[in-house]
Nanobody, 130 residues
Framework: EVQLQASGGGLVQAGGSLRLSCAAS????????IGWFRQAPGKEREGVSC????????WYAGSVKGRFTISSDSAKNTVYLQMNSLKPEDTAVYFC???????????????????????WGQGTQVTVSS
């Protein structure tokens, strides 16, 4: 059974950095993708970033592009989300999730934005103070 374990959240001042980790059990499918999404109190869930395994393509929401970087370490079965220049509006619970297969970049974007994942992890709280 696929399991995802998110960690790395915390409290940080505006302008600071955090690195989130998503440890995944070994996938048995090719072309999987893992993504991060977040949910702030009273707001809809928002896709933040995704990465595909096959060609390591990445996608970022416009609100985080240039500040967040997603990466993967296949040896550790872990995906990271490096978050720099954090803003109070980044405060949310961050979740990681995964899908068995993405066919191309357009499919990756569709998964990331509509949050149509196969597997879901628990969240980690990120709080950015002003």
């Amino acid at each position: 059974e696929v399991q995802l374990q998110a960690s790395g959240g915390g409290l940080v001042q505006a302008g600071g950095s955090l690195r989130l980790s998503c440890a995944a059990s070994r996938f048995t499918f090719d072309d999987y993708a893992i993504g991060w999404f977040r949910q702030a109190p009273g707001k809809e869930r928002e896709g933040v970033s995704c990465i595909s395994d096959s060609d390591v393509r990445t996608w970022y929401a416009g609100s985080v592009k240039g500040r967040f970087t997603i990466s993967s370490d296949s040896a550790k079965n872990t995906v990271y989300l490096q978050m720099n220049s954090l803003k109070p509006e980044d405060t949310a619970v961050y979740f990681c999730a995964a899908v068995d297969r993405v066919s191309d970049f357009e499919d990756l974007v569709d998964v990331c934005t509509r949050l149509v994942y196969d597997y879901w992890g628990q969240g980690t709280q990120v709080t950015v103070s002003s």
